[in-house]
Structures are given as C-alpha cells and as structure tokens.
C-alpha cells in the first residue's frame, strides 16, 4: 500500500493506493475505487475490500472524503454529498494519470453511504465501468425520516447565528458508548453495531472522529444518490446486503437500487444472516461478499 494525494477544486484529498501482490509496473491493471461510509476513513471497512481486492488482482483505491479524516477542504466535518461524489470522479482522474492503470477498466465499490454515493457517481460519470454496493445506502432518504422541516428549519437558524459570530454546531454521527445510548433510550440493532464498530478497538480509528458538522443536514435531506437511476445507470452492477434488517435502511436501499436501476447486467446477493456491520469487517460476511465481488469485477472490468 503506497500514501497517494489527488485534487478536489483547491485541497489535497488524501488516499492508499493498494498493489497487487505480484504487481509490475510495465503491465496495465484493472482498478477500483472504494468509498468508505459516512463518519468513516479510508483506514475502515473501505481499506478492509481495498485490500482483499489487491489480493484478487486489482489495483484498489480508497481515500478520506473532503473535509474529512486526512483530507483537506473546509469547514472541517462537513459531509456534503455533491463533494462526495466529486471527490470519485477525482478519484478516477487520478487513477487514469498512473501509466499501471487501464483507463478502460475502472470501477467501483462503496460501503453503507460509500454505496449511495457511488451510484450516483456511476449515474453520469461512465469512466466507472463497473459497480459494486454492500449495504449500500440513500442517506438522505434516512434523514428525511426523520423530521426533515424542523431539521431544516433548525439549520437556517444555526447558520444565521454562525455568520452573526457564533461558534459551528458540531454533532455526533452516533452515541460515543453503548451506555450512552441505552441512556437516550437508543438501542435500535443497527445503532448499537454502529456503536461496537465505530467507538470500540474493533473498528475505531483516530481519524474517524465521529463529528459532523450540523449545517450538512440540509444537503444529506435534499439529496437523493438514486436520481435517474433509471434512465442512466446502466453499468453491470452488484448489490450486496445482509438478511438481518435493521433501521438504517440498506436493505430497502439496496432493492430500490437494483430496481431502479437501468442496467442490463444486474444482481442482488444476499448474505444470509448478516447485519449491515457485519458487512463492514467479520470474515465469514466479508468473505461471502467479496466471492462475489471480485469475480464481478474480474468479469466486467
């Protein structure tokens, strides 16, 4: 794995490049880009299938969205979906910049939120050959669950209040301890997983700092990653969700993506008896997965 930066607009957005084992420099790779889900950082479940698609053959791409973990761009925490989706086409300038990558065979795979945005990246960026989702989801469907206008409404009134000199609102993505949400009365199944795996030694890192700037709810509730799903998304796609069924919602994101979208070569795997997390990073999961994945890749890139 080699440290690599490319530009989004004006700051350095910060990657690992991953190699095959047996890479050589004088051959031209198929390659993948591998977007990591919201609060998260390259180093997580994004590096986990970068890796193991390095060792199936591929050169593997994963970066800190903008804004975010080592990237640059500000303000810091902010999670806009339009940069997000910026941020992969970027991604595929770079790769198409390095003499070992076949331009011709770039694709990509995202995880939870990482998946929703990388359909819409897909949707109209067709450098991207190929794509793959586990437990991908369309966050802003989630946030406007939830109480849109009030959220909006409260979002007009912070931003009034910043650019009149108060400090930036600066929330938790999710409760920093499993007590903490048991507290709140939170103890939903996908909540306290995203809990195990974010804020525990199993998946945490120092970069995944679980802040997110409130000001973004308003983008996260006006965006939808599947728009025109259906009339341009016609790249070969793989969904891959888990059987267990929780709040977040990418079981039901994960259907309505395949049947949305326009591609001829589609699939939707289940792996049975998963959760969305034990998608992120448990190996009988994450194996079932990439047996699917890195065929699928190797077939259509």
Same mark, same amino acid.
């Given at each position: ?161 910043? /650019?009149? *000199? %108060? ?7 999710? $409760?920093?301890?499993?007590? =903490? &949400?048991? @507290? ?86 289940? /792996?049975? *008896? %998963? ?7 448990? $190996?009988?999961?994450?194996? =079932? &997965?990439? @047996? ?10």
């Amino acid at each position: 794995m080699q440290k690599v930066s490319f530009k989004n607009r004006t700051w350095d957005v910060a990657g690992n490049l991953y190699f095959p084992e047996k890479y050589d420099k004088t051959k031209k790779y198929a390659a993948v880009v591998c977007v990591h889900p919201g609060s998260s950082v390259k180093e997580q479940t994004a590096g986990l299938y970068a890796n193991q698609l390095a060792i199936g053959g591929f050169i593997a791409l994963t970066f800190d969205a903008s804004f975010q973990g080592e990237s640059g761009g500000e303000p810091r925490f902010l999670e806009d979906p339009a940069t997000r989706v910026e941020d992969i086409r970027c991604a595929v300038d770079f790769l198409t910049t390095l003499e070992f990558v076949d331009r011709d065979r770039i694709g990509a795979l995202g995880i939870c939120a990482g998946g929703g945005y990388a359909a819409n990246a897909s949707i109209s960026e067709k450098r991207i050959r190929a794509i793959a989702t586990v437990v991908g989801t369309n966050a802003s469907r989630a946030f406007r669950e939830a109480n849109p206008l009030e959220v909006l409404n409260e979002v007009g009134r912070q931003r009034t209040a910043e /650019v009149n *000199g %108060a400090d930036k609102l600066i929330n938790n993505w999710i $409760p920093n301890s499993a007590q =903490e &949400a048991r @507290e709140a009365g939170l103890e939903e199944l996908d909540l306290m997983e995203a809990i195990d795996y974010y804020r525990t030694p199993r998946g945490q890192h120092p970069n995944s700092s679980n802040q997110l700037l409130f000001s973004s709810m308003s983008n996260l509730i006006m965006f939808d990653a599947f728009h025109l799903a259906e009339y341009f998304l016609k790249q070969p796609l793989l969904v891959i969700v888990g059987d267990k069924v929780g709040a977040f919602g990418s079981y039901r994101d994960s259907f309505d993506l395949y049947n949305k979208a326009a591609s001829s070569n589609k699939k939707i795997y289940t /792996v049975k *008896g %998963a959760g969305h997390y034990d998608l992120y990073d448990q $190996p009988k999961a994450t194996n =079932e &997965a990439l @047996e699917q994945i890195i065929p699928f890749f190797k077939e259509n890139l």
